[in-house]
């Protein structure tokens, strides 16, 4: 039987903008929130001024709410509910030395948007097989929703998926604000896929935005992406789902769309000319789609789940394949 959480002891794990805005969150609602942070530093500087120096720098905290550590094995420990925050590429370094005994009996939730680098495994696979953790404790936080908008207080959504849909109900109890509205879920990988599909998406949307094709192009690539959605998750996690709820389209089309995504911005840039190397290199954050492509591609192979959008930036991304070749090829595969 699975164990619901007895207690509002949460924890958020990473320092960048996701983290940043989840604590502030979580903050508003408990008497009191851990925050593991990459560094004394930080630390001391939240502490000292209430704000993050690096993300969200607007956003200005209580600090008395706060439980700011640099340490993380007594975080883990003191701490129920653990919620990470972190690119995916940071995961497994971030557990590096952290006793796997510490993991026992806690509620992990991962809002990590993407597939660990240089494997297939979701966080949620991680989780299972290299920290022993049951999957009836992990669950996942989805959107649409974006880190600076929840800085400004704008209407912002939020989906929590367990297994258990009364421990998805908890988890959601602690994050409803005025500004923010939470659904629940049982649907906990078919979710946590949708999140990551839906960063190579919006890389495509934005490459073609780069390259200059209008809305008409951009609105049947993005109806072809949901069906490239749909596809991968009947194959890879069949479950009765309603694919136009917002933790499924409601999320790619914000990604896709918005500015403030930086998986279609390194799209644009790439779809402007600029090599792929170079556009990594000028973001000044992880875009997730980058890794999930490769990881993506690695679970389909050649299988008959063709998913062309997905195949088209694989080749733009890692065979070097000019973006506007691949776009006039791509096109022909969309109705």
Known sequence: MC??????????????????????IFSENLPKVGWWVRSEKIASHIQRFGRNPSYLSSVGFHVHRLDIRA??????????????????IFLKDTFQGVAHSLFKEKKWISSIKGLLPDDTNLVSDYLKTACNINSSDIGILSGPCHAEEVAMERLSYLTVAFNDISQARFIAGTLKRPYVSVCVSDDVMGIEYAVVLKNIFALAVGMANGLGYGDNFQAVLISNAMQEMASFLEVFCPQTRDINRSSYLGDLLVTSYSSLSRNRTLGYTIGKGCAVSEALSE??????????????????????????IARAVYKILYEKAPAGEVFKHLHKFLS
Do not use: H
């Open 283 to 308: 973001m000044p954050m992880i875009a997730e789609g980058f890794f999930a492509t490769k990881g993506v591609i690695n679970l389909i192979g050649n299988d008959s789940l063709s998913m062309p």
């Open 3 to 24: 164990r619901e959480p007895t207690s509002t002891n949460v924890a958020v794990i990473g320092s960048g903008s996701w983290a940043t805005a989840l604590v502030k």
């Open 71 to 88: 340490e993380l094995s007594s975080l883990i420990r003191d701490y129920q509910i653990i919620v990470l925050a972190m690119p995916s």
